[in-house]
Each structure stands twice: as structure tokens, then as C-alpha cells.
């Protein structure tokens, strides 16, 4: 069964550093370019960062650009979202997201269940 | 970055009518080299995570059933639900994968009359 399955989440203070992982399992890792997107409470998606299936390409938007870092470890089956300096507004549901094939540039077949972030003090 | 806008925010359908959903590109996403429009059809339901519906614009995921279709090209699009069913109830989201950032519309939800 094809399966993506987060963790990592949990309370963080604003300006603190959280790192999500994402376990993959019934399909080729690292065939496939793989991304992130959050869901703030009640609200619409926003799209996070992509990584290309060898790891040299990623792509942000403005908003994370900077404070966090999209990696993956072809090893291990294993995508990873490193963020820093986070705010309140970076409190969401992280879903890791796998695109349709090897293209960096596809729509988002397989979804994880999400891991939500919670950034308070 | 393109924005991408969906109309109407909310509707409600009577079951086995048809379910209209509008979005629109703020620049093209049809790729001349490939003739392909790379916009793509989510559905949410309350407490899931998204499933792709159609991609390419108008292209069915696989398991997606026929009553899903899509429609458009540039700029603006259509997902329509033909025969609307109780499992239809859910939250529908177009997205861009022309160019990073990879943005979504902001959803319209779906509801039964």
C-alpha cells in the first residue's frame, strides 16, 4: 500500500525550530518529487516546498523562504521539513504530499494524514 | 506568483444536480510546448487530508468516479459535478503547478440543498 505518514509536529514557542518528517513505504522514494503543504485551522491550503527526486532542486514561496528547508534522504524513504524561526502564523496542519511522478512540476497524487504545528507561548 | 481565485466561495446543490465550481489563473498556465493546462482538481473532506480529482485540467485520477469533470484552458476552469451524491459534501480546491509557488485557489465549499 502506497503510504505517506508524518510526525514531528507539536507545540513550539514563536522563534523556535521544529523538524517534520515524512515516511514513505509502497512505492520508489526517490522516483518521485515530493512536497509539503500546510492548513492553518479552518483555512485554505498554502503550499510549502518542493524537492526534486534527487534533492538539488527545491522551491519555496516568500512566506518560508529562508526559514525552512525541504530535504529528503533516498536511503531511508524519509522527506524532511526543517523550520526556524517560526511564527504564530506558521501554525497549521504540515501534510507531505507526493507529486504524480519523477516531474517536479505535477499534481499531488498521495497525501499523509498531516502533523499539526502549534506555535505559542 | 499566480493567484488563483475560485467562484462561487459556497454552494448548495440539490442531490443528483449538477455542482458548477469556477477558477481562475491570474497569468496563463496552459504550456505551449505540451499543449497542457497544469491546473489540478482537489476534494476535502472534513478531517481528511485532499485527494486529487483531475489533473491536466481535465484528466481523471485514477478511482475518481465519472460524474467528476474538468473543463478549461489559459486562465479560467471548470469542475463540474454532474449528479451531485451525499460523499460529494466537501471542500474543493483548484491548484497551479506552472510555477513555484505551486498555489491553490481558496476553496469552495460544496453543501446539499
Known amino acids: 500500500e502506497v503510504q505517506l505518514v508524518e510526525s514531528g509536529g507539536g507545540l513550539v514557542q514563536p522563534g523556535g525550530s521544529l523538524r517534520l518528517s515524512c515516511a514513505a513505504s509502497?512505492?520508489?522514494?526517490?522516483?518521485?518529487?515530493m512536497h509539503w503543504v500546510r492548513q492553518a485551522p479552518g483555512k485554505g491550503l498554502e503550499y510549502v516546498s518542493t524537492i526534486s527526486t534527487n534533492g538539488g532542486t527545491t522551491y519555496y514561496p516568500n512566506s518560508v523562504k529562508g526559514r525552512f528547508t525541504i530535504s529528503r534522504d533516498n536511503s531511508k524513504n524519509t522527506l524532511f521539513l526543517q523550520m526556524g524561526s517560526l511564527r504564530v502564523e506558521d501554525m497549521a496542519v504540515y501534510y507531505c504530499?507526493?507529486?504524480?511522478?519523477?516531474?517536479?512540476?505535477?499534481?499531488?497524487?498521495?497525501w499523509g494524514q498531516g502533523t499539526m504545528v502549534t506555535v505559542s507561548s | 506568483d499566480i493567484v488563483m481565485t475560485q467562484s462561487p466561495d459556497s454552494l448548495a446543490v440539490s442531490l443528483g444536480e449538477r455542482a458548477t465550481i469556477n477558477c481562475k489563473s491570474s497569468q496563463s498556465v496552459l504550456y505551449s510546448s505540451n499543449n497542457k493546462n497544469y491546473l489540478a482538481w482537489y476534494q476535502q473532506k472534513p478531517g481528511q487530508p485532499p485527494k486529487l480529482l483531475i489533473y491536466w485540467a481535465s484528466t481523471r485520477e485514477s478511482g475518481v468516479p465519472d460524474r467528476f469533470s474538468g473543463s478549461g484552458s489559459g486562465t479560467d476552469f471548470t469542475l463540474t459535478i454532474s449528479s451531485l451524491q451525499p460523499e460529494d459534501v466537501a471542500v474543493y480546491y483548484c491548484?497551479?503547478?506552472?510555477?513555484?509557488?505551486?498555489?491553490f485557489g481558496p476553496g469552495t465549499k460544496v453543501d446539499i440543498k
Open positions: 504530499a507526493r507529486g504524480r511522478g519523477s516531474s517536479d512540476y505535477d499534481a499531488f497524487n498521495i
Open positions: 491548484q497551479q503547478y506552472y510555477s513555484s509557488p505551486f498555489t
Open positions: 509502497g512505492f520508489t522514494f526517490s522516483s518521485y518529487a
